[in-house]
């Protein structure tokens, strides 16, 4: 099965519930919503909300953002749409192992004369 062709619904109306959820908690109207993500105010974010249509990937950043979510916890239920939990899960797993490795590096490069001195000045403290 390739990952563009799959599709699960079930995880698309996990998505609109959970967002449908976020906004009843939040301050915003639906339209506040529509304005803050870009998304054509009416049918549009209804289709989102009820898993009829999938949402989209590009529009996780702008709703984490305005509805104050955990930006990963969305991204993992929008993967979910286009990929098995498995896939999704490797990704997360893979990015976190990156991830970590990144902090490593930079630690590594980090010249010795800096590292001694930002211990110097927590000592001062």
Partial sequence: MSFYSYRDPGAAIEVGKFIAAAIGRSALSMEEVCDLTGVSRGAKLQNLLTGRH???LELARPLAKSLDLDPANL?????????????????????????????????????????VRSKKKKKKK
Avoid: C, M, N
């Fill in 75 to 115: 991204i993992y239920l929008v993967l979910r749409q286009y990929a098995p939990a498995d896939a999704v899960g490797y990704v997360f797993e893979a990015v976190s192992q990156h991830a970590i490795a990144q902090l490593r590096t930079e630690k590594d490069v980090t010249p010795q004369s800096e590292r």
């Fill in 54 to 56: 999938y949402f989209p």
